[in-house]
């Protein structure tokens, strides 16, 4: 199974920026599907953020359309996560995963350990 790193969170203010990424152990380039979840407390449920098929088309949450942008590197087994205009609501852990599926659902089947990103006001 492959594993998953992520690496890019920390603590910024509101409007700021962040990138994410999250590299492969091996190749991604095979018809993975690419993606990005967020959980903001423990107890809260884990929320599909973007994600990104082999073939580059790309799907988006409604809370981040138009200040997230998910992209992939086949060549360097890695997916980016570029974030603007932060807002305190986005603070969460980030987690990366791999999957099966199409360019208007997926199914995650491995998970890196995931990120966190504070956002603060």
């Given at each position: 199974?492959?594993?998953?790193?992520?690496?890019?969170?920390g603590?910024v203010q509101?409007g700021?920026?962040?990138?994410?990424?999250c590299?492969?152990?091996?190749?991604?380039?095979?018809?993975?599907?690419?993606?990005w979840?967020?959980?903001?407390?423990?107890?809260?449920?884990?929320?599909?953020?973007?994600?990104?098929?082999?073939g580059?088309?790309?799907?988006?949450?409604?809370s981040?359309?138009?200040?997230?942008t998910?992209?992939?590197?086949?060549?360097k087994?890695?997916?980016?996560?570029?974030?603007?205009?932060?807002?305190?609501?986005?603070t969460a852990?980030?987690?990366?995963?791999?999957?099966?599926?199409?360019?208007?659902?997926?199914t995650p089947?491995?998970w890196?350990?995931?990120?966190?990103?504070?956002?603060s006001?």
């Amino acid at each position: 199974q492959v594993q998953l790193a992520e690496s890019g969170g920390g603590l910024v203010q509101a409007g700021g920026s962040l990138r994410l990424s999250c590299a492969a152990s091996r190749s991604i380039s095979s018809g993975a599907v690419m993606g990005w979840y967020r959980q903001g407390s423990p107890g809260k449920q884990r929320e599909l953020v973007a994600f990104i098929t082999s073939g580059g088309s790309t799907n988006y949450a409604d809370s981040v359309k138009g200040r997230f942008t998910i992209s992939r590197d086949n060549a360097k087994n890695t997916v980016y996560l570029q974030m603007i205009s932060l807002k305190p609501e986005d603070t969460a852990v980030y987690y990366c995963n791999a999957g099966l599926g199409g360019s208007s659902s997926y199914t995650p089947m491995a998970w890196g350990q995931g990120t966190q990103v504070t956002v603060s006001s």
